[in-house]
């Protein structure tokens, strides 16, 4: 029986390293947070340790398994999905790896309870200051990145492909989650930009992000291509009126 209104949702491919001491550091928050994973069928064990953990935490850990690989935002809608069925008022997302500090969870939630819909755990509010552990190379590209997106959205929010995101329920019923295109970290931005276009209020919460130190990372050329050019797509649907 669902008991909280707040659920986060962790999508997980090959996160046995991370993934019991993800589970026991959400369960530990202060604040009363349920946790849906999202396996898409990791081969190392992911989600067998997730059921595994569901005896320890009844009611409050979640799975959702899918049988392949399909990408991110997939994965994420498909939480979204699940999370809409139920009760829950404000929803989450975040990474496996640890590079989302667990402990801000709350500040999110707390944000969207009181003046926002939608609130961005912000690696560059501020500028570059708050990335731990990456290259200065892949730092700067990844903030220039963010730049760009600016730039050609109208977006005014310094962390667009943020990952750390928690949304007012009504948000995720309104952007039409069934129609984002977008598979990789372009999905990050569509979501901001249909929340912007719809009219709802985002805020930013200053994070700081710490690369993985266990797993390997999912981040391929072909997810950096389609957030580079996905914006553009973006920006001419919204002004023919297709988006």
Same mark, same amino acid.
């Given at each position: 029986?669902?008991?909280?209104?707040?659920?986060?949702?962790?999508?997980?491919?090959?996160?046995? $390293?991370?993934?019991?001491?993800?589970?026991?550091? =959400?369960?530990? /928050? +202060? @604040?009363? #947070?349920?946790?849906?994973?999202? &396996?898409?069928?990791?081969?190392?064990?992911?989600?067998?340790?997730?059921?595994?953990?569901?005896?320890?935490?009844?009611?409050?850990?979640?799975?959702?398994?899918?049988?392949?690989?399909?990408?991110?935002?997939?994965?994420?809608?498909?939480?979204?999905?699940?999370?809409?069925?139920?009760?829950?008022?404000?929803?989450? $997302?975040?990474?496996?790896?640890?590079?989302?500090? =667990?402990?801000? /969870? +709350? @500040?999110? #939630?707390?944000?969207?309870?009181? &003046?926002?819909?939608?609130?961005?755990?912000?690696?560059?509010?501020?500028?570059?200051?708050?990335?731990?552990?990456?290259?200065?190379?892949?730092?700067?590209?990844?903030?220039?990145?963010?730049?760009?997106?600016?730039?050609?959205?109208?977006?005014?929010?310094?962390?667009?492909?943020?990952?750390?995101?928690?949304?007012?329920?009504?948000?995720?019923?309104?952007?039409?989650?069934?129609?984002?295109?977008?598979?990789?970290?372009?999905?990050?931005?569509?979501?901001?930009?249909?929340?912007?276009?719809?009219?709802?209020?985002?805020?930013?919460?200053?994070?700081?992000?710490?690369?993985?130190?266990?797993?390997?990372?999912?981040?391929?050329?072909?997810?950096?291509?389609?957030?580079?050019?996905?914006?553009?797509?973006?920006?001419?649907?919204?002004?023919?009126?297709?988006?």
């Amino acid at each position: 029986m669902q008991t909280v209104p707040y659920l986060v949702i962790i999508p997980t491919y090959n996160e046995i $390293e991370n993934i019991e001491r993800m589970v026991q550091t =959400v369960m530990a /928050l +202060p @604040k009363k #947070i349920d946790l849906l994973i999202v &396996d898409d069928g990791s081969p190392d064990g992911t989600g067998s340790k997730v059921k595994e953990m569901q005896t320890t935490f009844q009611n409050r850990l979640h799975i959702l398994e899918r049988t392949e690989k399909n990408g991110l935002g997939t994965a994420y809608i498909a939480g979204f999905h699940w999370a809409l069925k139920r009760d829950y008022q404000f929803i989450c $997302e975040m990474d496996c790896d640890f590079s989302h500090p =667990v402990d801000q /969870l +709350p @500040k999110l #939630i707390e944000k969207c309870e009181s &003046d926002a819909d939608v609130c961005v755990g912000s690696r560059y509010v501020g500028g570059v200051v708050n990335v731990v552990n990456w290259p200065m190379g892949r730092v700067l590209m990844s903030y220039y990145a963010s730049k760009y997106v600016q730039f050609i959205t109208g977006l005014n929010i310094a962390d667009t492909t943020a990952g750390f995101v928690c949304y007012r329920r009504n948000v995720l019923e309104t952007i039409g989650i069934d129609d984002i295109k977008f598979r990789g970290y372009a999905f990050q931005i569509e979501m901001k930009f249909r929340s912007k276009r719809k009219g709802f209020t985002i805020a930013e919460h200053p994070i700081i992000f710490t690369d993985r130190t266990a797993g390997t990372s999912k981040m391929s050329t072909k997810i950096f291509r389609e957030a580079l050019f996905g914006v553009l797509e973006l920006k001419l649907k919204s002004l023919i009126g297709k988006l």
